[in-house]
C-alpha cells in the first residue's frame, strides 16, 4: 500500500470540489454581512477571504452556499491532518463519552501524562533526554512569551535578539520580536523592549545583496562580533529567536549551514536559541521539526497549532537548564484542555504510523515541480522557496528595476488578484512576504498527489487569468 493510499483509508467520502474551469462569484451573504457589522475592524482574513463556511471534510471545505473549495491555509498550518480527521473526531468523542474532566489547569490526567509521553517522544534524544515542558495559554503568541519569561528568568538577561521578517504572535512580548512594521507602528512604543533585530538569511533578497554560501557567512560574522565584540553596543542577549522558515515572513527557509552556525555561535556565547516551531513543526517541512533539517539541538522549542490536533493547544519545550523560574512564573486558565491532548496525542501517533514525513517531503516536491514548471510560462513567478508542504511563490514584476542580486522587483499588486483568481476556481490560498507578495501553500499533510496536481492546475489558471487584468 502506497503513503498516498494509507493516509486516507478508512476516511469518509470526500467533499469533491468543482472543476477547475468553473468560476465562482462572490455576493456578500447575509452571514457575512452581519460579521462585517458587527465584527471588530481588525478582522483580516474574512476581507480577503469572503466566505461563511458550514462543512469540512479532508482538504475541502464547503460554504453556505453549497460551494467546494480546497483548503491550502489549513487554519494557518493548524489541522495537519484536515478537517475532521477519523483519528481527531474519535479521540474527541472517547474524552467525552469516558466523561474526562474538560478543564484541569495544569493539574495531571492521563490524557495529560499520554500527551507528554508521544510528544517527548518525537523530540531528538538529545532533548528528550533533558526536557521539561510548560503548559501555557492555548496560543502560540502566550508560549512565546513564556519562553521570553523563561530564557530572562534564567540567564538574568534581558535582551532578545529577533531577526527581520520574523513573526512570533501578537501580544506585546511577541509583537516586539516581529519583523513587520505595520501592526507596531499605531501602538508607538512597546511594552516589551531590549529586542535587537538582525538580518535573516532571506537568499532571494539577502539583506548584504550577496546570496548563496557568502551571504551566509557574512551574516554568521555578523551576528559573531554583535555577540563577542566590547563595543558592539548591544548587551549580551539572554536568547536569540529564530523560525527555521519564516511564516508570515514569506515562506523563507534558512540556509541549513547559517541554522549549524547559529547554534554554534549562541553555545559558545551561552546564550540560548529559541526556536518558534508554531507553524513548522509535526511533519510540515518533511521533518517532525524543521529544526531537525539541520541536526541542531535547540535550548527552547515553542509549539501550537497542529500540536492540538485542530484544537487550542501551546506548549514550550526546553533543556533543563533553564528550569530556574518560580512556581506561578506562567500561567493560564486553559492550559489544561483535556480534549486539545487527546486529538493531539492521537495526530502525533498518526504522523509516525503513516509516515506523513515522508510524504508531505514527496508532495512538497511534487508541488514544487509543477511551480517550476508554470514558471517557463510565467514569468512573473519568480522564487520558489520552502520546505515539505510549507512553500511560498514570490511574484515579482519582470519589467521592474532589478535589485542589487538581479531579481526584479516585488509585485504586490498581482498577489491578491492571483488570491481572488483561485478563489473563483475553487481554491483557498494565503499570501504573506514583504508588502504581501508572496503566495502560500499550506495544505493539510493529508493531501494526495492527484490533489496536488489540482491545487496547480487550478494555480496555473489563475495566474493566466490575473497576468491577463493587469
Not at 546570496?211 to 557574512?218: D, H, I, L, N
Request: glycine letters at 10%; charged letters at 20%; hydrophobic letters at 45%.
Amino acid at each position: 500500500m502506497s503513503v498516498a493510499t494509507s493516509l486516507i483509508e478508512n476516511q469518509p467520502a470526500r467533499i469533491v470540489p468543482v472543476h477547475a474551469e468553473t468560476l465562482y462569484q462572490f455576493n456578500e451573504s447575509p452571514l457575512l454581512a452581519r460579521q462585517n457589522q458587527q465584527e471588530s475592524n481588525a478582522r483580516s482574513y474574512p476581507r480577503r477571504i469572503p466566505l461563511a463556511l458550514k462543512r469540512a471534510r479532508g482538504i475541502y471545505v464547503e460554504d453556505v452556499e453549497g460551494r467546494h473549495f480546497i483548503d491550502c491555509l489549513a487554519g494557518a498550518g493548524t489541522l495537519a491532518l484536515g478537517h475532521n480527521h477519523p483519528v481527531v473526531i474519535e479521540a474527541i468523542q472517547q474524552v467525552l463519552s469516558d466523561e474526562l474532566p474538560l478543564h484541569t489547569l495544569d493539574l495531571t490526567t492521563p490524557v495529560k501524562d499520554q500527551f507528554v509521553q508521544d510528544l517527548f517522544g518525537l523530540l531528538p534524544p538529545a532533548l528528550a533526554a533533558e526536557a521539561k515542558i510548560q503548559f501555557c495559554g492555548p496560543t502560540g503568541t502566550d508560549a512565546v512569551e513564556a519562553a521570553l519569561k523563561l530564557v530572562r528568568t534564567a540567564t538574568g538577561r534581558s535582551t532578545v535578539l529577533s531577526f527581520q521578517g520574523g513573526y512570533h504572535g501578537m501580544s506585546q512580548g511577541a509583537l516586539s520580536l516581529m519583523g513587520s512594521l505595520g501592526p507596531k507602528k499605531p501602538l508607538g512604543a512597546l511594552i516589551s523592549s531590549g529586542v535587537q533585530f538582525m538580518p535573516y538569511p532571506y537568499d532571494y533578497r539577502c539583506p548584504f545583496g550577496l546570496g548563496g554560501a557568502q551571504g551566509v557567512q557574512v551574516n554568521l560574522n555578523y551576528l559573531d562580533n554583535l555577540l563577542n565584540d566590547p563595543e558592539a553596543g548591544v548587551q549580551l542577549p539572554a536568547a536569540v529567536i529564530v523560525e527555521v522558515v519564516q511564516g508570515e515572513g514569506g515562506v523563507i527557509p534558512a540556509d541549513l549551514d547559517w541554522l549549524r552556525g547559529v547554534r554554534r555561535i549562541t553555545e559558545k556565547a551561552g546564550v540560548a536559541l529559541i526556536v518558534d516551531e508554531i507553524q513548522s513543526g509535526f511533519a510540515r517541512t518533511g521533518k517532525m521539526f524543521a529544526f531537525e533539517h539541520a541536526g541542531i539541538i535547540p535550548d527552547v522549542v515553542v509549539m501550537s497549532k497542529a500540536i492540538g490536533g485542530s484544537l487550542p493547544l501551546a506548549v514550550v519545550v526546553y533543556r533543563d537548564w533553564l528550569d530556574t523560574w518560580l512556581p506561578g512564573a506562567h500561567a493560564g486558565t486553559f492550559r489544561g484542555n483535556q480534549m486539545a491532548m487527546a486529538a493531539g496525542s492521537a495526530v502525533m501517533r498518526y504522523l509516525v504510523e503513516h509516515k506523513v514525513c515522508e510524504h508531505a517531503a514527496a508532495m512538497g516536491e511534487r508541488l514544487s515541480e509543477h511551480l517550476r514548471i508554470l514558471q517557463r510560462d510565467f514569468p512573473q513567478l519568480g522564487d520558489i522557496r520552502g520546505r515539505g508542504l510549507m512553500l511560498g511563490v514570490e511574484l515579482i514584476d519582470p519589467t521592474g528595476t532589478p535589485d542589487a542580486q538581479g531579481h526584479p522587483p516585488i509585485f504586490a499588486r498581482l498577489a491578491p488578484l492571483v488570491q481572488r483568481e483561485c478563489l473563483k476556481r475553487g481554491l483557498i490560498l494565503e499570501l504573506g512576504g514583504r508588502h504581501g507578495g508572496v503566495v502560500r501553500f499550506l495544505p493539510p499533510l493529508v493531501i494526495t498527489a492527484a490533489e496536488i496536481d489540482q491545487v496547480a492546475e487550478i494555480f496555473g489558471r489563475a495566474m493566466a487569468a490575473a497576468t491577463a487584468s493587469l
